[in-house]
T-cell receptor
Framework: KAGVTQTPRYLIKTRGQQVTLSCSPISGHRSVSWYQQTPGQGLQFLFEYFSETQRNKGNFPGRFSGRQFSNSRSEMNVSTLELGDSALYLC?????????????FGAGSRLTVL | DQQVKQNSPSLSVQEGRISILNCDYTNSMFDYFLWYKKYPAEGPTFLISISSIKDKNEDGRFTVFLNKSAKHLSLHIVPSQPGDSAVYFCAASAGASNTGKLIFGQGTTLQVKP
């Protein structure tokens, strides 16, 4: 069974640009969550999608957005990039068996903003 | 407001001995707790979880203990192996509608010396 696939793995952008990251969940998983990992803030929840609907949202500015497609694949977008957006962006998927939900993470997309 | 705390940034143990990683939480609504292990340049890998209705869960060399009155959980690894050297994250979720929204601790770097 293929794991969670994230693309691209590494990318470099400059301030003011925008970026789109992609996530393909494990087959059969309908919930996709996104997390940001930075040295100072650790792993922080961005948002979660289930059946193409945003189910939860973390405390991030509106520059951070996401969506989920009918095949459960998800994308997240960051507009008007800032230096502080440099981070590892992790996607996780789950079957969403409520009450005992284990998230499976991808390897992440490493974003560097110059 | 850090709802999940891992107060020890690092831990070093000898191969074959017990590793004990600790985690404290403040939100009494948390009802599901997980431990993840992370190697550099990889996404977190699920280790073991525990529901708030239990106080102990075992899986091979890994045991998680939950003390709800103290809002404390711990991960025991026995015996520790050099391959266990990684960053360990404690995470928690609150309620069936938030199972994709994990709140993570800052992580503890475990080094197991041969």
């Amino acid at each position: 069974k293929a794991g969670v696939t994230q693309t691209p793995r590494y990318l470099i952008k400059t301030r003011g640009q925008q970026v789109t990251l992609s996530c393909s969940p494990i087959s059969g998983h309908r919930s996709v969550s996104w997390y940001q990992q930075t040295p100072g803030q650790g792993l922080q929840f961005l948002f979660e999608y289930f059946s193409e609907t945003q189910r939860n949202k973390g405390n991030f500015p509106g520059r951070f957005s996401g969506r989920q497609f009918s095949n459960s694949r998800s994308e997240m977008n960051v507009s008007t990039l800032e230096l502080g957006d440099s981070a590892l962006y992790l996607c996780a998927s789950s079957f969403l068996d409520s009450g005992a939900n284990v998230l499976t993470f991808g390897a992440g997309s490493r974003l560097t903003v110059l | 407001d850090q709802q999940v705390k891992q107060n020890s940034p690092s831990l070093s143990v000898q191969e074959g001995r017990i590793s004990i990683l600790n985690c404290d939480y403040t939100n009494s609504m948390f009802d599901y707790f997980l431990w993840y292990k992370k190697y550099p340049a990889e996404g977190p890998t699920f280790l073991i979880s525990i529901s708030s209705i239990k106080d102990k869960n075992e899986d091979g060399r890994f045991t998680v203990f939950l003390n709800k009155s103290a809002k404390h959980l711990s991960l025991h690894i026995v015996p520790s192996q050099p391959g266990d050297s990684a960053v360990y994250f404690c995470a928690a979720s609150a309620g069936a509608s938030n199972t994709g929204k994990l709140i993570f601790g800052q992580g503890t770097t475990l080094q197991v010396k041969p």
